[in-house]
């Protein structure tokens, strides 16, 4: 069974200032991983997603992630926040095999303060 | 418009009423998933389509809930006799299982309210 933990309900940065969500994920099996964007009454955006390519994952809208198979971690960053980055962020985990269904985390609402 | 389209975007209903969702995948995506989503919560799975055939149910999933997809487009979501707890956002995904990218392409969600 695969399972995702986001460390951190709430981050609040200044603008231009680093984003870094945590995600660390639990899978028997090599995992599929994924980062969501969630605007406030809308369904979910795809930013950024790992299938055993490249570690470095770069994504839309300035984001990229890592995924670190000894630290189980797979945490999003950006260099320089912008006010538009705020929202509700999601990390989740699939595998390819099976039902291919996402696990998500609980996700972590960022916050930019001007 | 060529992303998923689900119907209506916002539901006040009574409790004990029932309800019903649509979905509309992206013609070509063969699986189609219901998931919900609590406020401050991740979305969590229900269940899931390949074609017409549903193959997997969650527990979340109460008797009082049933899903379809008859011909292996559209899909709806019915909730029998709703309770205050059934207040949440579904969400409708899609997905083409023949590529190996596992990416989710996500409607804007039914948002459900029970008085």
């Known amino acids: 069974a695969q399972s995702v933990t986001q460390l951190g309900s709430h981050v609040s940065v200044s603008e231009g200032a680093l984003v870094l969500l945590r995600c660390n994920y639990s899978?028997?099996?090599?995992?599929?991983l994924f980062w969501y964007v969630q605007y406030p009454n809308q369904g979910l955006q795809l930013l950024l997603k790992y299938t055993s390519a490249a570690t470095l994952v770069k994504g839309i809208n300035g984001f990229e992630a890592e995924f670190k198979k000894s630290e189980t971690s797979f945490h999003l960053t950006k260099p320089s926040a912008h006010m538009s980055d705020a929202a509700e962020y999601f990390c989740?985990?699939?595998?390819?095999?099976?039902?291919?269904?996402?696990?998500f985390g609980q996700g972590t609402r960022l916050t930019i303060n001007p | 418009d060529t992303g998923v389209s689900q119907d209506p975007r916002h539901k006040i209903t009574k409790r004990g009423q029932n309800v019903t969702f649509r979905c509309d995948p992206i013609s070509e995506h063969n699986r189609l998933y219901w998931y919900r989503q609590t406020l401050g919560q991740g979305p969590e799975f229900l269940t899931y389509?390949?074609?017409?055939?549903?193959?997997?149910k969650s527990r979340l999933l109460s008797d009082r809930f049933s899903a379809e997809r008859p011909k292996g487009s559209f899909s709806t979501l019915e909730i029998q006799r709703t309770e205050q707890g059934d207040s949440a956002m579904y969400l409708c995904?899609?997905?083409?299982?023949?590529?190996?990218?596992?990416?989710?392409?996500f409607g804007e969600g039914s948002r459900l309210t029970v008085l």
């Open positions: 899978s028997s099996v090599p995992p599929y």
């Open positions: 995904a899609t997905l083409d299982s023949r590529r190996l990218s596992g990416e989710l392409f």
């Open positions: 389509f390949q074609n017409e055939a549903q193959l997997e």
């Open positions: 989740a985990v699939s595998v390819v095999q099976g039902a291919q269904k996402l696990v």
